[in-house]
């Protein structure tokens, strides 16, 4: 029961498919429903390309990805994303930069419409499942970089995406609020199961979390080491 599943799956910019130079090259692997994996490697090895290939962002120059089963073959719109920096809207509060999603993805916005004090109680029962109970009305710099970074997590899964992509989410962080945050998005993901794709520099970080790991190296960009980690689970 795979729900990601790349099959020989290369992507080059440019004109460098047509050189058969490609930035990331014969990229198979398969994720199970709820899984967790975690893409490890240098920069410019292909990871950022791996993600805007599996939210259908970019389109593979060869090779099928299928997401639940269907080719994916343009955004989708049951993914959440955080990245590095926080990306939060300086003149929304966080409770409006975390509702963002709802207004903005096609699928959401008529039922956003009717349902608003359902999705607001969802948004401010997620803040408080990330220890930030009280700050729906502040604003982003009203916040430390660290409650910024969860209110983005927030952000993320309002939607009740069925999959989550982090691109070093963590990266940007002091190891103390780092570790924090690991466990909010351990016990977030079991609780909800869904799938997660995070991209990271940090091998502890991605043999903490992930169910499955995945070592990349680059020029072309390729999956050279694959180790499923076999620790007990809460
Ligand atoms: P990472 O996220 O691991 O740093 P990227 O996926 O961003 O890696 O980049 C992989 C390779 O593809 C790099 O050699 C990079 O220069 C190249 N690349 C990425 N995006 C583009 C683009 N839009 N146009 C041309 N080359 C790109
Ligand atoms: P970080 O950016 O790593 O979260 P900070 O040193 O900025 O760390 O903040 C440490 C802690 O101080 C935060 O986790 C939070 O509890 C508290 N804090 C920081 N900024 C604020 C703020 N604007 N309002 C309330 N508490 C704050």
């Given at each position: 029961d795979s729900f990601i599943k790349f099959d020989d799956v290369s992507h080059g910019y440019g004109d460098l498919p047509a050189q058969g130079k490609f930035a990331v090259e014969n990229i198979s692997l398969e994720v199970h429903t709820g899984g967790f994996i975690a893409i490890v490697g240098p920069s410019g090895c292909g990871k950022s390309t791996f993600m805007k290939l599996t939210t259908g962002l970019q389109k593979p120059s060869r090779g099928r990805i299928t997401v639940g089963g269907n080719e994916v073959n343009g955004p989708l719109s049951f993914s959440g994303m955080a990245f590095q920096a926080p990306t939060l809207l300086p003149w929304r509060t966080?409770?409006?930069n975390i509702l963002?999603?709802?207004e903005i993805v096609e699928p959401f916005r008529f039922d956003f419409r009717k349902k608003k004090d359902e999705y607001?109680?969802?948004?401010?029962k997620l803040l408080e499942s990330v220890g930030l109970k009280g700050y729906a009305d502040k604003f982003p710099w009203e916040l430390s970089g660290g409650m910024q970074q969860r209110a983005s997590i927030c952000r993320a899964?309002?939607?009740q995406p069925k999959m989550?992509?982090?691109?070093?989410?963590?990266?940007?962080?002091?190891?103390?609020?780092?570790?924090?945050?690991?466990?909010?998005?351990?016990?977030?993901?079991?609780?909800?199961?869904?799938n997660v794709i995070l991209v990271t520099h940090d091998l502890r970080e991605a043999v903490y979390l992930a169910?499955?790991?995945?070592?990349?190296?680059?020029?072309?960009?390729?999956?050279?080491?694959?180790r499923e980690i076999d620790l007990p689970r809460p």
């Open positions: 966080t409770l409006e963002l999603p709802l607001i109680q969802r948004a401010l899964l309002i939607h989550l992509l982090l691109d070093e989410p963590f990266g940007a962080l002091d190891a103390f609020t780092r570790e924090e945050l690991w466990n909010i998005l351990k016990d977030l993901w079991t609780e909800q199961q869904f169910d499955t790991v995945y070592v990349m190296s680059k020029s072309p960009g390729k999956i050279v080491f694959k």
